[in-house]
């Protein structure tokens, strides 16, 4: 016997000296408390309280008093907490028939979509907690009881509620309060406040249900959420970002929400409600000052994020508008009493530059720049168009730039033509179809050819022509394959495109040592080498001053009327 007490007290000293597992304390406790027969004289205080803590609890108010304290009603949903029902006169449901049932809760309804100025469901707290399955039949909506009940309607002693609700708190817990006491209403808030040191946060019953991943049936009664082995965060408050246009000045709003929900918002300041708040669906642009307020809501009704702001001084810019034609030049502001100052000669204009009175002739080789002021506006932007020496209007090329007089000789041959509003785009990565087309309308082609291209040229399309030829003449190859015109070209691609335009066969061992010189010739494809080495001792393509061809790269607009050019002989391509 003696050795067995032994054994035993040894197994209860390991036993004691194990660490216990403790629950995880990473996860929110949630509690929800609410406030029965209310508003009150009471209600505004604990409002304030609950504001200071960033608490949220649920009011099952008693109808009749709704429209004498509709403000109180207002302030209550504006703030998030959760309104809700506690009949129209607090009868005892079980003690009347099913149409009276419907008549207290549907007169509540219409006080409180009164009250806020749109409509809400709205749950049920059943007076007295009476109820049987028919009453809740008759209501069919979610019930709620609760399972701490604190009797705070009993006494008028503010800690003795505080005790009450600590003792009863637990994770998940529905309270039962009443706001018609300023003892509840003292002595809840001190007990918020002991709870949420200990890591509690509170909540609606709608958001308490939400974020414990349960849901609330019509029709059914609910007196905690204990079952539930999970717990969500809370809504995040949205981010809202302002960033200025560059051209006019407007701010450009993107806002972010939690993807629980969706985002609406307001520019003017108020609180977005289901009635003034627009659905925010993507960024959108404000073009004078505003202040943004946003919000994240899975239900209106106790299930919304804290409210974003942002207070924006958008500032618009004196928009300058440019319009070309073959002689003059003509500026425009659409701002009132706007002041445009330009330059003709490349340099940045200032409030010292001409000032524009009448449309300018237009003069080739000069690079026009201007700007607008106007009272209450930002400059605008500098506005740049040059008159090329051949005579087109460039907004995006102009005399510094290296490639230039290939635009400008492009534009001219019709080789390349404008993608709209005098626009070049010479940066633009160049596609096959694209490349093609150019070296087709250089050549010009008087003979008929015969019309074959592979299935992915279809021929409604600008360049159905360009690659047929590019076949006939063998400058591509292999008509059973994809000719993929809308991939980019690479500078190897075109370098054996104008190889087998210009010397087709023309390959030689000399060409292939000129290819080696190159740090990255082992780059070029096998298949490419002989096109890539003849296009090199064409002067075609040129190496970097780093010694490299780069032939993977792709080849901008600039780059392919370049070295197409370069393949023609045209005078004074660089």
């Given at each position: ?71 109180i009603i207002k302030r209550a949903w504006m703030e998030g907490h959760q309104i809700a029902s506690h009949t129209w006169n607090h009868p ?483």
């Open positions: 016997m003696k050795r067995l007490i032994s054994v035993l007290l040894s197994l209860l000293l390991i036993i004691s000296i194990i660490p216990s597992v403790s629950a995880d304390n990473s996860m929110p406790k949630l509690i929800a408390l609410t406030f029965d027969d209310g508003p009150s004289a009471y209600t505004k205080e604990l409002l304030d309280g609950l504001k200071a803590r960033g608490a949220r609890v649920t009011f099952f108010c008693v109808g009749y008093k709704i429209a004498s304290n509709a403000d005892e449901l079980t003690s009347i028939s099913d149409a009276e049932i419907k008549s207290q809760l549907s007169r509540v309804e219409e006080a409180f979509n009164n009250a806020l100025g749109f409509k809400q469901d709205y749950i049920l707290r059943p007076p007295y907690g009476s109820y049987n399955q028919r009453v809740l039949s008759a209501a069919n909506v979610p019930a709620i009881y609760w399972s701490m009940n604190t009797a705070d309607y009993l006494t008028n002693k503010p800690d003795v509620v505080t005790s009450q609700i600590v003792k009863a708190a637990r994770d998940g817990a529905i309270g039962c309060l009443h706001d018609t006491h300023q003892s509840t209403v003292k002595g809840a808030l001190k007990a918020i406040d002991i709870l949420q040191k200990e890591g509690y946060e509170f909540v609606t019953i709608n958001e308490l249900f939400y974020r414990k991943g349960l849901s609330l049936e019509n029709a059914k009664i609910y007196k905690n959420a204990y079952k539930s082995e999970s717990t969500s965060t809370a809504l995040k408050t949205p981010e809202i970002v302002s960033v200025e246009d560059p051209i006019t000045g407007k701010q450009k709003i993107e806002i972010t929400g939690d993807e629980r929900g969706s985002v609406y918002y307001t520019t003017d300041g108020t609180v977005p409600t289901p009635i003034n708040g627009k659905l925010y669906t993507g960024t959108f642009m404000l073009a004078s000052s505003a202040s943004v307020r946003a919000v994240s809501v899975v239900n209106w009704n106790g299930i919304r994020s804290p409210i974003a702001e942002l207070d924006i001084e958008a500032i618009p810019r004196a928009v300058i508008s440019s319009v070309p034609s073959e002689e003059y030049l003509t500026y425009s502001s659409s701002a009132k009493d706007a002041v445009i100052y330009y330059t003709d000669d490349g340099s940045e204009p200032d409030e010292n530059s001409y000032v524009y009175s009448e449309k300018i002739e237009a003069s080739p080789g000069k690079t026009y720049k201007a700007f607008a002021t106007a009272p209450s506006h930002q400059p605008s932007c500098i506005d740049t168009i040059t008159f090329s020496d051949n005579g087109f209007w460039m907004r995006d090329v102009s005399s510094e730039m290296w490639f230039y007089r290939n635009i400008d000789s492009a534009a001219s041959l019709g080789i390349l033509n404008g993608m709209g509003d005098y626009y070049f785009r010479p940066e633009n990565t160049s596609s096959r179809a694209m490349a093609v087309t150019m070296l087709y309308r250089l050549a010009a082609p008087e003979e008929v050819f015969e019309h074959i291209a592979p299935s992915d040229v279809l021929s409604e399309k600008y360049y159905y022509d360009a690659v047929c030829w590019a076949y006939y003449t063998g400058i591509e190859q292999n008509p059973e394959n994809d000719f993929r015109p809308d991939d980019p070209v690479t500078k190897e691609e075109l370098a054996v495109m104008l190889s087998r335009y210009l010397a087709p066969g023309d390959e030689s061992a000399e060409d292939l040592a000129l290819l080696e010189m190159y740090i990255d010739s082992s780059d070029v494809s096998e298949w490419a080498r002989n096109g890539v080495a003849t296009a090199l001792r064409l002067g075609i393509i040129k190496g970097t001053s780093s010694g490299k061809l780069k032939p993977q790269k792709t080849a901008t607009r600039a780059e392919t009327v370049t070295m197409i050019m370069r393949a023609c002989g045209i005078p004074g391509i660089s």
